[in-house]
């Protein structure tokens, strides 16, 4: 069994793809109303859609923003670096600046719909 693809439900789906393609190596393969389908180099598939009457019984939004991230990982900490001074430009907003977390070297950032971005790698800078 593998695990077929995430599907992240969020207030602006056009925001919140802009950022998963231009800053994030995602390229869009499929839109219908209120949702997209997203795939990266590794085949990963991420659905970006408005969120869904009746799946859950809480606001999911607010509980997404709070509950979860998803992470990008690279090989080098220098990467790190370079992303994170990019995406001083888009639409995101940045928590502090890469720094030295459980072993490696990362950064968060929150995109459009909430979400919480980690960017790191297993590495930490000499």
Known sequence: MRL????????DVARTVAVLTEHFGFRQEFARDGLVVLRDDASLELVISEPVPGFGTTDQLSIGAATYHIGFIVDVPEVVDEIY????SADVQLA????????????Y?????GIQVEVGCRSIPA
């Not at 077929?4 to 207030?11: C, M, Q, R």
């Not at 001074?85 to 001083?88: A, E, F, I, M």
Request: with cysteine; hydrophobic share 40%; aromatic share 6%.
């Open 85 to 88: 001074v990019r995406l001083g």
């Open 96 to 107: 502090r600046p890469p720094r030295a977390i459980r072993g490696g070297w990362l950064f």
């Open 4 to 11: 077929n693809h995430l599907d992240l439900h969020v207030p």
């Open 109 to 113: 950032c929150t995109i459009p719909g």
